[in-house]
Nanobody, 116 residues
Framework: QVQLVESGGGLVQPGGSLRLSCVASGNILSSKMMGWYRQAPGMERELVATITNWRSTNYTDSVKGRFTISRDDAKSTVYLAMNSLKPEDTAVYYC??????????WGKGTLVTVSS
């Protein structure tokens, strides 16, 4: 199994930037894909971005050109760099891992608040 711990959330003004980190306790390469989801108050959890072991990435339309997902396998860490943040980006951001076994692993989430 892989345990996931997120960090880097906080309060930021519109137009600002944050970088989220997700550290995996196990071997990150046991996951065939990792990514970030988010859940705003009263809303369903939605996929934000994913990255495969061979660095293929995918983004939801609302964050394309503003967010960048990356990974450092040596540090067992996945990052989400978020620029030009908007109030509608406010949500709890969850790190996610799809294991080769087919199981999903989730972190506990980190809160991002975009407000002036």
């Amino acid at each position: 199994q892989v345990q996931l711990v997120e960090s880097g959330g906080g309060l930021v003004q519109p137009g600002g930037s944050l970088r989220l980190s997700c550290v995996a306790s196990g071997n990150i390469l046991s996951s065939k894909m990792m990514g970030w989801y988010r859940q705003a108050p009263g809303m369903e959890r939605e996929l934000v971005a994913t990255i495969t072991n061979w660095r293929s990435t995918n983004y939801t339309d609302s964050v394309k050109g503003r967010f960048t997902i990356s990974r450092d396998d040596a540090k067992s860490t996945v990052y989400l760099a978020m620029n030009s943040l908007k109030p509608e980006d406010t949500a709890v951001y969850y790190c996610w891992s799809k294991l080769y076994s087919g199981n999903d692993q989730w972190g506990k989430g980190t809160l991002v608040t975009v407000s002036s």
